[in-house]
């Protein structure tokens, strides 16, 4: 499966932007019934988790730092998952990644990840 992440930019403190990703290829037995998330790597850091959600969208995590300014979506329909940036700030400047797990449900930790997405820069200027 190939993940394609897209909607990364430039964008001032406090606002906004959508970021989205696309797996296709072999995608029924590999997203459908997967977990998927968000990861991030800001320069000099380790990638560190930001969202995830459950097969069925009935679950979602989200790592303390962006809880209630992030919300992460799917459309199985359509193989894709997105999330919503609001009151983005300098902090948040990073590669964002997308990535299906090897589970249902969404983990922290990158090694339960199977396939990733070549990122997207989200810069947030002060």
């Known amino acids: 499966v190939q993940l394609q992440a897209s909607g990364g930019g430039l964008v001032q403190a406090g606002g906004s932007l959508r970021v989205s990703c696309a797996a296709s290829?072999?995608?029924?037995?590999?997203?459908?019934?997967?977990?998927m998330s968000w990861f991030r790597q800001a320069p000099g850091k380790d990638r560190e988790f930001v969202a995830g959600i459950a097969w069925n969208g009935g679950t979602t995590s989200y790592s303390d730092s962006v809880e209630g300014r992030f919300t992460i979506s799917r459309d199985r329909a359509k193989n894709m998952i997105y999330l919503q940036m609001n009151n983005l700030q300098p902090e948040d400047t990073a590669v964002h990644y997308c990535?299906?797990?090897?589970?249902?449900?969404?983990?922290?930790?990158?090694?339960?990840?199977?396939?990733w997405g070549q990122g997207t820069l989200v810069t947030v200027s002060s």
């Open positions: 290829g072999r995608t029924g037995r590999t997203v459908s019934n997967n977990a």
């Open positions: 990535a299906v797990a090897r589970t249902a449900l969404p983990a922290s930790v990158t090694a339960y990840y199977t396939s």
